[in-house]
């Protein structure tokens, strides 16, 4: 039996492990990327591991998510970076040319290359046939340091796409059905590999949007083959000597499948506050909003945004909605000035932003109170835009576009005849410039970092004690979020390279007594659901934590990254083995765990309720290597310790 895509370039990559699902492997990272918000946490473990040049192929440092200087923190962060990326080997990608994802599968991607990202997102990558996986900022760094990286070999899912789209139905309308399906954890331990005819009427922006909300499925990462619409994007991006043929053996086998009929689809839409509560936006009745969002790494390409000036058609946004826009990246945005249709869309009320994340994770444009705003983007979580008790959709573009005219959640086809969005193409030749993008010099040696006030060393964990004497700090239900954990706006967002302030706002807007409670308590447990630490690849979810204290979490299931951001700095996760027990555990509850570490290497630990006299029972999901991690006390001590053990002989 052939091969598909994912295992070829598993194979390819492989450094240790069986290639079953389900199973430890190890993989060969070729490029990273990191951004402004984690990258700065990656970059502080990377110069503790006395490194001199990152042992990658490519690694790209972006600047993207926090960029509003307000004060000096976020500037601050910048440079650092930038003197960062000089002395390191690392490629730099300025604030305002563009988000980490756009800008990589434009100008650095390469079908058949791995690629991890301190980013959920990062599978984005798929679109051009790239196996592109999110991480935690340390496991970036040791990617940068040349280790591989550790994941469980997925089940490889083959997606036939059959059909074609309708007008006015689009790649976001794609992903929101398979979301529909899978849910929010029906992702987990899965690729998503792409195929089939329907392919044809899905270009590479589409493959991207599709690839990138896969995260949201809580899957490893999604793909699509390095096919002839791959080799037309490198060939207009001035790169077509980088393009490789990659496409699944004709006879390829699949752990699983599924099928979707594109041309059944219609608009759909994801309902507050999670991505898979769909609907049809035919069935929705009436819901007004009072913003409408443009933009993101998810849906904010040339064509999305000639789409959406095609159905406001020089008509003005509804009088009641802030229209903001902002693409996604530099290229993008200087094809949508050179082709007339920035100017369009500001003849139609919009209020255009930097190339950035902004809006999408609450860095400027929050909703009003109890205000209601339709989103291209991939999270609509409560709080992520910034305002706690706003309701935020998410559609594609153009259901964006009907809406802007409107104020109330609408079809294309409600306000236009679909026929003027076919034959939407992206340009033959983008408008390539990179300047943006700073190369490392040959040699760093001589680089003086900066280092602006509010970045403080990355704090580490202590090794495993003797015994757990611990407190419950917090008894939390299905699907926290990893922004429920730690928020991310404008003001938050500005902390992330200082983790004794960030820390104080640990599950702050649905906990605010959580930091208090924990340096009361000193040693903790947190007690979740299922589906714990869901979304973004924010490590901070787990360091911040462990700074207050808390040693273990115990949850019904645990989303792929916090997971392994938890092992890497010591936090142990916990899975119950009888989810009823989560019950037997309140807020301040004394709990001992006898003898962890042997517990742990056996992979069954009883947590003992001494409040309540009861017990409970959990799995520790670990291989041998994360068991070790979690003893030693994380990732950095274990590093730590074995450079002062010396070199091994
Ligand atoms: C997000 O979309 O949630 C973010 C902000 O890009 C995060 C990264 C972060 O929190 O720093 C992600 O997706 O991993
Ligand atoms: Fe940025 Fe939003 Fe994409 Fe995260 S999801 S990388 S915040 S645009």
């Known amino acids: 039996m ?9 194979r390819s990559h492989l450094l240790g492990g069986v290639m079953r699902a389900g199973e430890e492997i190890a993989i060969r990272i070729d490029q990273t990327l990191t951004h402004d918000v984690t990258g700065t946490q990656a970059y502080l473990a990377f110069e503790t591991l006395g490194i001199e040049r990152v042992r990658t192929e490519k690694s790209v440092s972006y600047i993207d998510h926090n960029l509003l200087y307000a004060d000096n923190k976020n500037p601050d962060d910048h440079l650092y970076l930038q003197t960062i990326a000089k002395k390191y080997g690392i490629f730099l990608s300025k604030a305002g040319n563009g988000i980490c994802h756009t800008v990589h599968f434009e100008r650095f991607g390469v079908p058949g290359k791995t690629l991890l990202g301190s980013d959920s997102h990062t599978p984005t990558g798929g679109a051009i046939g790239m196996l592109a996986i999110g991480a935690g900022g340390l496991d970036v760094a040791m990617a940068m340091a040349g280790e591989p990286i550790y994941i469980k070999m997925p089940a490889v899912v083959r997606v036939e796409l059959k059909g074609k789209l ?12 398979m979301l529909r399906r899978y849910t929010v954890k029906g992702g987990l331990g899965r690729v998503f590999e792409y195929g089939g005819e329907g392919l044809s009427c899905l270009n590479i922006r589409d493959r991207s949007t599709i690839a990138n909300m896969g995260a949201e499925m809580g899957a490893t990462t999604s793909i699509f083959p390095g096919d002839e619409a791959v080799r037309e994007f490198f060939t207009a991006q001035g790169r077509a000597d980088q393009w490789k043929e990659l496409l699944p053996d004709p006879d390829a086998g699949y752990d699983e499948r599924a099928e979707i009929d594109l041309s059944e689809l219609e608009p759909l839409v994801a309902m507050p506050d999670m991505p898979d509560k769909v609907a ?3 069935e929705l009745g009436r819901v007004k909003v009072g913003q409408v969002f443009i933009g993101s790494c998810t849906n904010a390409s040339y064509t999305d945004f000639v789409k959406a000036a095609r159905i406001l058609d020089g008509r003005i946004a509804h009088e009641d909605v802030s229209f903001v826009v902002a693409p996604g990246s530099r290229q993008i945005f200087s094809e949508l000035l050179r082709d007339g249709v920035i100017g369009r869309l500001v003849e ?3 209020r255009v932003l930097e190339c950035g994340c902004g809006p999408c994770v609450g860095i400027g444009q929050a909703p009003a109170t109890h205000g209601v705003s339709l989103r291209t ?28 005219l409107t104020g109330y959640i609408t079809a294309p086809s409600e306000v236009c005849d679909c026929s003027v969005l076919e034959g939407i193409r992206e340009p033959e030749t983008f408008a390539v410039d990179d300047r943006l993008i700073l190369t490392p010099p040959a040699e760093g040696g001589a680089v003086e970092i900066i280092r602006g006030p509010n970045i403080k060393p990355m704090p580490v964990n202590t090794p495993m004690p003797e015994e757990y004497s611990l407190r419950v700090s917090a008894v939390r239900g299905d699907n926290v979020t990893t922004d429920d954990i730690i928020p991310a706006n404008a003001q938050f967002s500005a902390l992330r390279s200082n983790i004794p302030a960030i820390s104080e706002i640990t599950f702050g807007r649905v906990d605010p007594g959580f930091a208090a409670r924990c340096r009361e308590y000193g040693p903790s447990i947190i007690v979740g659901g299922e589906n714990y630490g869901q979304g973004s690849s924010r490590e901070h979810a787990a360091i911040a934590p462990m700074y207050l204290g808390v040693k273990i979490v115990l949850a019904k299931s645990m989303a792929r990254i916090h997971k392994n951001n938890l092992i890497n700095h010591g936090v142990l996760p916990l899975v119950f083995k009888d989810p009823r027990d989560l019950s037997k555990f309140s807020e ?13 290497r056996r992979r069954s630990v009883t947590l003992l309720n001494k409040t309540t006299g009861e017990k409970a029972e959990a799995r520790a999901e670990l291989t041998d290597r994360e068991a070790e991690i979690l003893i030693a006390g994380g990732q950095l001590r274990m590093a730590r310790s074995r450079r002062l053990a010396g070199p091994e002989k």
Do not use: C, H, W
Request: glycine letters at 10%; zero cysteines.
């Open 377 to 404: 983007s991939n999270r609509n979580f409560k709080g992520r835009g910034g305002t706690l008790d706003a309701s935020l959709y998410l559609a594609s573009p153009e259901v964006a576009a009907a809406t802007a």
């Open 166 to 177: 309708r007008p006015g139905v689009s790649a976001k309308d794609v992903i929101l059905e």
């Open 348 to 350: 139609s009320g919009a």
């Open 588 to 600: 301040g509850d004394e709990i001992t765990v006898a003898a962890p570490a042997e517990q742990l």
């Open 2 to 10: 052939g091969e598909n895509i994912t295992r070829k370039i598993i």
């Open 280 to 282: 049809k936006v035919s």
